[in-house]
């Protein structure tokens, strides 16, 4: 299932990530990474430890950490967070630049027994964009995220707010995770108190393909949910295609029409990615069985 939202929690501050469930997200991330001072970075791990640890802790969302992209730190990281009695789901790596440096994650994972732990890698630097298509390639990497604050920081770009100058990242990012068929989640938006700007950026970024948002801020989580949730009409003509498609499979037919449509095979793929987005809203009609 597609992450439409993935919240940060601060890893050094308990009650924060113990509330985050709660804001709806289909993943949070407690963030060992930029979120947490280098002095705090020990008391950080500890905290993550003795939450995903505990065992009342059981929220029906993914659980995931992120790391340092130092290797060194990031062992450290590992060594605090993959616990057998630890909530863990997945492992997201702060500034992937290339697929060598998941590689080297993979590695720390598998060293501590994480062998099936998926990566979701992070693209925010020059050199993560450029090889992000491989970043995507690597079998143990489930999504792909853009990064456009540090990417901007880290070519020097001034950000505005018709994003210009990382359209072309944000593009290239998400091609990279369709053509390896992985998720690609869309960078954050800064200014948590402005929720239509938010919601114009999230449709945005739905429309350029991407199958979720990060966010920084709870509040965040319910606009971006609501912007990946389709419509009630786009819901009403995915179950007659998917209908009707069963109907043409079982006639051996490719092609078929709909209220005066021709559908094929990528229109089907589009009407099965309206139904999985509107199965997390609880849009879906559960009793049709279209698998």
């Known amino acids: 299932m597609p992450r439409r939202s993935l919240l940060f929690s601060p890893g050094d501050q308990p009650d924060l990530m113990r509330k985050a469930p ?96 998926p990566v979701i890698a992070l693209c925010e630097s020059a050199a993560g964009v450029l090889h992000a298509e491989g970043i995507a390639a690597h079998d143990r990497v489930t999504a792909v995220a853009f990064g456009a604050e540090d990417l901007s920081a880290d070519v020097g770009a001034t950000r505005t707010d018709e994003g210009t100058e990382v359209l072309y990242a944000r593009e290239h990012v998400v091609l990279a995770a369709a053509a390896a068929d992985v998720e690609a989640i869309d960078t954050v938006f800064t200014d948590f108190g402005d929720s239509e700007g938010l919601r114009e950026d999230t449709e945005f970024a739905l429309e350029l393909g991407y199958d979720g948002k990060m966010a920084i801020h709870p509040s965040q989580v319910p606009v971006i949910n609501d ?65």
């Open 22 to 117: 709660g804001a709806g997200a289909d993943s949070i991330v407690f963030d060992l990474e930029d979120a947490v001072a280098p002095v705090e970075k020990a008391a950080g791990r500890e905290a993550v430890r003795e939450v995903l640890t505990d065992p009342a802790f059981d929220p029906d969302c993914e659980v995931g950490v992120r790391v340092n992209p130092d290797p060194t730190l990031a062992a450290e990281d590992l060594d605090a967070v993959v616990d057998a009695d630890a909530r863990l789901d997945a492992v997201m790596q702060a500034k992937t630049e290339s697929a060598a440096d998941v590689q080297t994650l993979v590695d720390l994972l598998d060293e501590r027994g994480a062998t099936d732990t």
């Open 227 to 291: 912007a990946f949730t389709p419509a009630d009409d786009e819901v009403a003509w995915a179950e007659r295609v998917l209908a009707a498609h069963e109907e043409a499979a079982a006639d051996d037919r490719g092609v078929f029409e709909v209220d005066g449509e021709m559908i094929d095979a990528p229109l089907v793929a589009q009407a099965e990615r309206v139904r999985e987005y509107a199965r997390l809203a609880g849009e879906w009609d559960g009793d049709r069985d279209d698998e």
